[in-house]
């Protein structure tokens, strides 16, 4: 049976691309109808043909869209790397009464230009995070190492300040993604930014595509429809994303296409790709894999059959070595502004109460061998006691306790304990530990033993390969409002994809989390 194509009502705005809810059939012929109760109601309103090929109009306004997001993200760029070769620029004028020569900045955001075109960094729809800020520090020592071939050839290298331009990349490292961040919220409080795609399958991992896409509006995935082939789900909604009939229609104005649904068999999956999903100019294939790596993963064409390659970091000697000497230098330089907070919030603990201002507990570390970890106490020199009191005295707080070993109203915590553990302040000891080899500086929650026996043990595997960290993703990720069941699937997934790449990430959304004390108590 052919697709039937929705066909769906689009207001061409100079800024944008803007999809109407409301939408149309298009009927191939068959007596039944194949379409959702929503498409019907509108089926008299628009002319019936048979599907035999897609009106164009739609590809020009998504091209126009495209165009519009790239210009957009181009922009940012320019001025990123335009701004560093300013700062530094100025920096060495003050410092050595010497200027230097800018005409050179039009042969790096040209060359910036044409590379970031050639890694589908303009606009960069739907790439993650961690693989758009690997592509974007490549690229730029790239560029910049093209400038200095160009400058030595063309004998101008003596004339030109290569420092300037050295410092500019480590400028440029910073701010080119930093600029792309704020240009694509800008570009997305606006409803500008992305594509449309739909969703085949309104099961679970449909539900799951949606989830994630919602939530990370930086992809660039704006999700208009749900598809599946249940009549009962027809009218209903999906993570607020209507289901509006069975899995053959073909959305003709959205150009990526999901299909979630893991369990179809051979047959029906080859039918669905060249029938309704031949349409879409991308699609994404949901497999039942949730659980593995996902970051690092290549496709592989072995003599007709596909593989996905999949890279672990973890058993890259290299890597390892690389983060641990991340860990040393960051927290040794750093040391100048954590180790005064540290003796600061110290001593203001003492005076609280006049007691030890540190406390240790042992923690399960790196291949499940315990250790200390250090903070800065944040509860009454009684705790325990104060705890169990609390608890014998009141069964709804003992629940609390017995689910997420944690109390949003803590008894036990001081009064500079509050403030401490909304900034994170207590956990900054812990570098110690860094130092010493213990912990990392990004890693899974060092846990202590009870809640380690209360962990899935295929999770608690994964958590032993690696140190645990002073912050990680959980701890970004909302900390204690996501759960122990957030910190499992999140822990998980920082160990199955870890990268030095994800590592950058996570600590600069660390400083972001701290400063809005987001989960924090």
């Not at 201002?357 to 499940?368: E, H, I, M, S, T």
Request: with cysteine; net charge positive.
């Amino acid at each position: 049976m052919d697709p039937i194509v929705v066909e769906c009502e689009m207001e061409m705005k100079d800024t944008g691309l803007n999809v109407a809810e409301r939408s149309s059939a298009v009927s191939n012929g068959d007596s039944q109808p194949a379409v959702g109760p929503e498409a019907q109601h509108t089926r008299s309103a628009t002319s019936v043909r048979r599907q035999s090929g897609l009106d164009r109009r739609p590809t020009f306004v998504l091209l126009r869209h495209r165009l519009q997001n790239a210009l957009a993200i181009l922009a940012g760029d320019t001025f990123a790397l335009g701004a560093s070769l300013i700062v530094v620029g100025a920096i060495r004028l003050s410092l050595t009464g010497q200027d230097f020569d800018p005409r050179w900045g039009v042969f790096i955001v040209g060359a910036w230009s044409l590379g970031a075109a050639m890694l589908n960094l303009l606009p960069a729809w739907g790439m993650g995070i961690a693989e758009e800020l690997r592509r974007v520090t490549l690229l730029l020592f790239f560029v910049y190492f093209a400038l200095a071939v160009v400058l030595f050839f063309s004998k101008q290298a003596e004339d030109a300040s290569r420092l300037t331009y050295f410092g500019a990349v480590l400028v440029s490292v910073g701010l080119v993604p930093f600029m792309r961040t704020v240009v694509k919220r800008l570009l997305v409080r606006q409803d500008l930014w992305g594509v449309p795609v739909v969703v085949y399958g309104a099961g679970d991992a449909g539900q799951h595509v949606l989830e994630i896409i919602n939530s990370e509006r930086g992809l660039g995935y704006n999700p208009v429809v749900v598809f599946d082939d249940d009549p009962a789900k027809w009218g209903t909604k999906v993570e607020g994303v209507r289901v509006v009939g069975s899995t053959q229609l073909v959305r003709k104005d959205a150009p990526v296409a999901f299909l979630a649904m893991p369990t179809l068999t051979k047959e029906r999956l080859v039918e669905l790709m060249e029938g309704p999903l031949s349409h879409y100019n991308k699609v994404v294939i949901i497999p039942n894999l949730l659980d593995v790596p996902s970051l690092w993963v290549r496709a592989s064409d072995i003599g007709g059959i596909l593989g996905l390659q999949m890279t672990s970091n973890l058993l890259n000697p290299f890597a390892r070595v690389l983060k641990r000497g991340f860990d040393l230098l960051s927290v040794s330089i750093s040391s100048v502004l954590w180790a005064p907070i540290v003796m600061l919030f110290a001593l203001i603990v003492w005076l609280e109460d006049r007691e030890n201002p540190f406390y240790r507990q042992q923690r399960v570390g790196l291949n499940g061998v315990p250790f200390y970890a250090w903070k800065l106490r944040t509860m009454v020199p009684d705790a325990e006691a104060v705890l169990q009191r609390h608890l014998a005295s009141n069964p709804a707080l003992k629940d609390e306790w017995d689910t997420f070993h944690k109390l949003r109203k803590d008894p036990r915590i001081t009064k500079i304990g509050h403030l401490l553990r909304r900034l994170s302040i207590d956990e900054l000891p812990q570098m110690y530990n860094v130092l010493r080899g213990e912990m990392s500086l990004i890693g899974p929650r060092p846990l202590p033993q009870y809640h380690i026996d209360d962990m899935d043990p295929r999770v608690v595997r994964l958590r032993e390969r690696v140190r645990p960290g002073v912050t990680g993703l959980w701890q970004v990720s909302g900390r204690s409002e996501v759960g122990i069941e957030g910190m499992e699937r999140l822990d998980g997934y920082y160990v199955r994809n870890w990268s030095v790449w994800l590592d950058v990430v996570i600590l600069v959304r660390t400083f972001r989390a701290v400063a809005r004390g987001s989960g924090a108590y």
